[in-house]
């Protein structure tokens, strides 16, 4: 059954009674971890609010919680997947700008084998680490 009527309305819309948003911001700051947000940013409310109002058409009837996540950016958002530049026995995968979650498992195997091989099994990764490493070439 299709779940749009001959009138293009969305009953989804109307079926839906509570859903969980997540709004991220990535402008470059510098936050300080030590002092995270303990209020709801009230223009982050208004961002949210106007952004649900020009995708939905439920009405939004209340905001449940909110949350801070902090994760690490690099400047120019690649991720970082190499030696140490001054230990080759240590290994670092960070500024995964909030995607390293979904990558972890990849990520892991990379950096277990870079640790223990000084290389790793995978080609495609062998074939474009130069794109990973602290110095880009």
Not at 1 to 13: F, H, I, P
Not at 35 to 43: A, H, S
Not at 123 to 134: D, G, I, Q, R, V
Request: charged share 25%; proline share 6%.
């Amino acid at each position: 059954a299709s779940m749009v009527d001959k009138t293009g309305t969305n009953e989804l819309n109307t079926m839906i009674e509570e859903v969980d948003l997540e709004v991220a911001s990535t402008d470059p700051m510098d936050d300080d971890p030590d002092d995270i947000p303990t209020g709801i940013p009230e223009e982050a409310v208004e961002g949210l609010r106007h952004f649900i109002e020009e995708q939905f058409t439920a009405p939004i009837e209340r905001f449940v919680d909110w949350e801070t996540c902090l994760y690490t950016n690099t400047s120019n958002e690649d991720f970082i997947i190499d030696h140490h530049p001054d230990n080759s026995n240590i290994v670092i995968g960070a500024g995964f700008s909030g995607h390293g979650f979904k990558l972890g498992p990849l990520t892991g195997r990379i950096l277990a084998e870079l640790a223990l091989n000084s290389k790793t099994s995978l080609p495609e990764f062998e074939n474009a680490k130069h794109l990973f490493s602290f110095q880009k070439s």
